[in-house]
């Protein structure tokens, strides 16, 4: 009797994992001197793992990361020292699961070619295999973001589930808040259901809430670096181009930025919320003086935020990935739009999470690594333009 088991989700998890273990174990060790040293996850982690709070050396961890991922990184650093091969493991099999999730959603609407093609665009993506071998919070936060948009695109909603999912992503990273929309579409038809969710959110985050009040008498749910990110966002976009790549402009960023700081009396010892008020307030004022620059320039970032890399070569490859991504997107969506039901749903969800992150980094942050929530979205939208199912 032939099998019906269907062993494509193992083959696909498996493969996924490969990838990302031999990149991590092989290949990164020997580019990691071309990045940056990350963004203090780790060091928070490490103090935490040796019972010095949450912490850094040059000030208050809570005012400038949020809580989730340092968390889990430190329970690595506990178990395991200071060795990386643990908690690259574990973000493997976090996007190889991302990875068979994409394909499981796809697969409930879409023919198995769409669900396929979705599933091997997250695989073999560059940026998703390259931030499991970095501990920064990418691969956890694009894992909760797939599972988020399964749950809205339900029919029916879990509620419980979806708000304890928003409020882990809110716990990550603050551009969780802009997942909000993905909700609003929602409102005429579930507007109680709506609000319950954010409820559940606000319960998840309330411990880390509770704590920042009685401790520093503010929430930090969101990162006071919004003001810098903002500043880095304007330089980078004035000095980036169509074919001009990002190379070390993270880097002159800062520096420009610490200069700026410095000639208004405000010292890299500062407070980070100072620094990050002045920051903001140098890019608003750049925006007010260049307005119609500034329009340009997030015009242009709308699209330019999809392949801006660090190198030409990678720019190029992304045009390539990222141009053939979208526009089967654009295609799919129509397709899932026009089946109604669940693949009428999922294409809201999908496109709403694709539009506010696109328009979002556009003016902040405009970069690959900001939109890689986006990219299993659009490779959700993008099955569609293979085949929709009848009885979805």
Partial sequence: MASTTDFTPVSIFGVALLLR??????????????????????????????GAGYTLADGNAAAERLPLYPLVLAGFFAVFGSASWPWQLAQSAAGALTCVLVHRIAREVTSRNGALVAAAICTVHPALILYTARPLTETLYVLLVVLFVREIARMSWRVPLLGLLLGLQVLIKS??????????????????????????????????????????????????????????????SRHVGWTTPADDTNLD?????????????????????????????????????????????????????????????????????????????????????????????????ATVMVIVYTVFHAAV?????YILPAVPCAALLAAGAFGVRRDS
């Fill in 21 to 50: 273990i031999v990149f991590s174990v092989v290949v990164y060790p020997s580019i990691a001197s071309d990045f940056s040293a990350g963004d203090n996850y780790d060091e928070i982690a490490r103090n935490l793992a040796q």
């Fill in 365 to 369: 942050q405009p970069a690959v690594r």
């Fill in 175 to 236: 551009t969780a808040f802009l997942h909000v929309y993905a909700l609003l579409p929602a409102l005429k038809t579930q507007g109680r259901r709506v609000f319950q969710v954010v409820g559940y959110a606000a319960l998840a985050t309330a411990p880390w809430v509770l704590w920042n009040l009685a401790s520093f008498g503010v929430t930090n749910l969101s990162s006071a670096t919004g003001g810098i990110a903002l500043y880095h966002g304007t330089f980078i």
């Fill in 253 to 349: 960023a800062e520096m420009a930025l610490r200069s700026e700081l410095a000639a208004r009396g405000v010292g890299p010892e500062a407070d980070i919320r100072q620094r990050d008020a002045v920051a903001g307030e140098l890019a608003r004022t750049w925006i007010g003086a260049h307005r119609g620059e500034a329009l340009r320039l997030w015009l242009r970032n709308l699209l330019l935020t999809w392949y801006l890399a660090r190198s030409r070569v990678s720019m190029a490859i992304y045009v390539i990935l990222h141009g053939a991504l979208l526009t089967a997107a654009t295609f799919g969506s129509a397709a899932l739009w026009k089946a109604g039901g669940a693949a009428r749903q999922l294409a809201i969800v």
